[in-house]
């Protein structure tokens, strides 16, 4: 019985260091860069083999904040003057209708264009939100407020993606027919939802839409800030 249990010790053992003997060490991040643990030069993406010391690597993805939602912080600021403002007065046609909204609707991990409403108004027409496309959700992290950088699946379908993209750009100029770029996107963002590669996405202007939710999102502060600059404040006094 004893030399059963020390014959199982041992190849538990050898199991055990053969395991750490072929462990590789992870990629080190550097913001966006990944570098060699062992001499620390650029990695490309996916590699296992370092071209400088020709040592292998594990290939680890990192996890960050998602910078295209609206931060608490942001979003605490944003509610806080909404409350401030005497919302019982009519509104300027800045904070009117769907900019009243938008102020009263953000929240964490919501698609910053639309503010989590899923559509927008165009004049006098409501729209499905050109960003999200009715999702709701922030189209970078899905509502998570995180993106996976480097993630091997859905980087191998991000180039399976702007392939099919390139080659549809070469048709296009070959037989001189417009390329629907709102079509690639939208099958980009329900493949790559949750993924920060989904920044490379552009509408038919050639704009980001990450960078548009972004610029909208920072004409609500703009406008909020003026009109909550404009009205004269109530203190501790007036409400006595």
């Known amino acids: 019985m004893k030399w059963l249990v020390f014959t199982g010790f041992c190849v538990v053992l050898l199991i055990t260091l ?5 462990d590789e060490r992870d990629v080190v991040w550097e913001g966006r860069k990944t570098l060699c643990p062992y001499c620390r030069v650029d990695l490309p993406s996916l590699a296992n083999v370092c071209r400088e010391c020709n040592r292998s690597v594990d290939w680890s993805p990192q996890q960050e904040e998602c910078r295209w939602c609206l931060p608490r912080t942001d979003i605490g600021y944003l509610q806080d003057m909404i409350d401030e403002l005497d ?11 769907f900019q009243l909204a938008y102020f009263r609707a953000i ?8 503010a989590g409403l899923g559509a927008v108004m165009e004049g006098t027409a409501e729209v499905r ?7 709701k959700r922030c189209i970078a992290c899905d509502g998570d407020r995180g993106v996976m950088v480097g993630d091997p699946a859905k980087y191998r379908v991000l180039l399976a993606r702007q392939d099919a993209r390139r080659r549809a750009e070469e048709r296009a100029k070959l037989t001189g027919l417009p390329l629907n770029r709102s079509a690639l996107s939208d099958q980009d963002i329900e493949e790559l939802a949750g993924y920060v590669e989904i920044e490379s996405l552009v ?3 050639d704009r980001s839409p990450l960078e548009t939710a972004r ?4 004409d609500a ?3 909020i800030r003026k009109e909550f600059d ?8 007036d409400d006595s």
Do not use: H, I, M, Q
């Open 203 to 205: 509408d038919d202007r």
């Open 87 to 97: 919302l019982e007065e009519p509104l300027p046609k800045s904070l009117a209708g």
């Open 215 to 218: 610029a909208r999102a920072k």
């Open 221 to 223: 502060f703009k406008k």
């Open 230 to 237: 404009r009205r004269p404040r109530r203190n501790a006094d």
């Open 18 to 22: 053969g395991a750490l003997a072929v």
């Open 129 to 135: 939100c050109p960003v999200c496309r009715g999702r």
């Open 107 to 114: 929240d964490e991990g919501a698609c910053t264009y639309c």
